[in-house]
């Protein structure tokens, strides 16, 4: 009869094969290249900055206040807008019949939501409007004209200027 008697190295063998076969597939699963892929989504909004004045009226009162009609402006740069107004004749009506002997009279030009009036070229920072003024959508606003002569008779001809308009993004 043979003799079985109990070896602890064949054991030990054993375990060892199981552990090197199980460090293989391990190593087989982490080698194996795994494939991904990704996307992106996103949304693109394109910058809007523009302004369109009222159009040219009948005429204004010299002596007293008229109403133009309206301006409507948009930007929406998250940064705001600088906005300009500047004159031709430095806010003044001038005669375009008497060339250099032109009378001239002085206006003021106000804009509905916007403190003070303007008489000469400005620029304004949207901030002088407050938190919320970046312009996301079209927004108008009233604009007139007061004018405070002539206190006489006006000479016979035709008064005007011509007011530019600007809107740009911070």
């Known amino acids: ?27 087989t699963m982490i080698s194996t290249p795994a494939f991904a892929d990704t996307t992106v989504i996103y949304a693109n909004v394109p910058l809007v900055c523009n302004v369109d004045g009222p159009e ?26 600088t906005f300009s107004i500047t004159s031709l004749n430095g806010f003044k009506l001038k005669d375009q019949d008497n060339g250099a002997n032109a009378t001239t009279y002085a206006y003021s030009l106000a804009i509905a939501g916007v403190p003070g009036s303007f ?18 959508t079209p927004q108008s606003a009233a604009v007139s004209v007061t004018t405070s002569g002539p206190t006489g008779a006006a000479y016979a001809g035709t008064y005007q200027d011509t007011i530019t308009w600007t809107i740009s993004a911070n």
Not at 1 to 27: E, I, T
């Open 56 to 81: 040219s009226n009948g005429g204004v009162n010299l002596n007293g206040t008229t109403a133009l009609g309206d301006i409507t402006a948009q930007c929406n740069n998250a940064a705001g807008f």
């Open 1 to 27: 009869m043979r003799d079985v008697s109990f070896n602890p190295n064949v054991v030990r063998n054993y375990q060892m094969k199981k552990l090197a076969l199980a460090a293989v597939a391990a190593a």
């Open 119 to 136: 008489t000469s070229n400005q620029s304004f920072n949207s901030n002088a409007l407050g938190a919320n003024a970046a312009l996301i």
